[in-house]
């Protein structure tokens, strides 16, 4: 499998669910990052770890917990989220410092009920 | 601050026809990276292009082309010839070098019609 893979795509929980998404990168990357896409918003970057390291969270909700056991592997832990996190969430790896942008899963869509 | 900004909302054309997408960028950084993503409806982000700020030239593959105008901070893309398959979101993103984090517009839907 190549590329950028992301489970589930499709999710409904309820506010009291504990769930997580998942992130593969098949591309030899050293760095990835977790976005979240929401109506009429532009892309909000969440997490980003380099070399397995956290080296960003911009301000986000403790409801969002991230876990980086590698580094082709990311996830996101979801516990008692609100119905405003329902949104697309979008994984993406990269090398890190090497200008060539950022490559992205399809996504998972989350509806918080 | 980096900013991006897509004016156009959404975009609607009849197949065959050529259409521009506008981006307009703010930074202070001397270099940057300038990307275009395709977002279809199955939700993926598409890497079209990245042109280093050193880089006016414009550059064209088949029917997409892009004109970068460092003294009006645009980074257009033009695509020639529309087709159905064309219809997506289109996200314009600028990303300084010191870490790579991507500042992305608010997005353009592209809407073509056969």
């Known amino acids: 499998e190549t590329g950028v893979t992301q489970t589930p795509r499709h999710l409904v929980m309820g506010m009291t669910n504990k769930k997580s998404l998942k992130c593969e990168q098949h591309?030899?990357?050293?760095?990835m990052y977790w976005y979240k896409q929401s109506a009429k918003k532009p892309l909000e970057l969440m997490f980003v770890?380099?070399?397995?390291?956290?080296?960003e969270n911009n301000s986000v909700p403790s409801r969002f917990s991230p876990e980086c056991p590698n580094s082709s592997h990311l996830f996101l832990h979801l516990h008692t989220l609100q119905p405003e996190d329902s949104a697309l969430y979008l994984c993406?790896?990269?090398?890190?410092?090497?200008?060539?942008?950022?490559?992205f899963g399809p996504g998972t869509r989350l509806l918080v009920l | 601050a980096q900013k991006v900004t897509q004016a156009q909302t959404e975009i609607s054309v009849v197949e065959k026809e050529d259409v521009t997408l506008d981006c307009v960028y703010e930074?202070?950084?001397?270099?940057?990276?300038l990307f275009w993503y395709k977002q279809p409806p199955s939700g993926e982000l598409v890497f079209l292009i990245r042109?280093?700020?050193?880089?006016?030239q414009n550059e064209i593959s088949g029917r997409y082309s892009w004109n970068f105008q460092k003294s009006t901070s645009s980074f257009n893309f033009t695509i020639t010839a529309s087709q159905v398959v064309d219809s997506a979101v289109y996200f314009c993103?600028?990303?300084?070098?010191?870490?790579?984090?991507?500042?992305f517009g608010t997005g353009t839907r592209l809407l073509v019609s056969p």
């Open positions: 770890y380099s070399l397995e390291e956290r080296v």
């Open positions: 591309l030899g990357h050293n760095a």
């Open positions: 930074t202070r950084d001397t270099t940057y990276y």
């Open positions: 993406a790896s990269s090398q890190e410092r090497g200008g060539r942008g950022q490559y």
């Open positions: 042109r280093n700020s050193f880089d006016e």
């Open positions: 993103a600028l990303m300084n070098t010191g870490f790579q984090k991507l500042v």
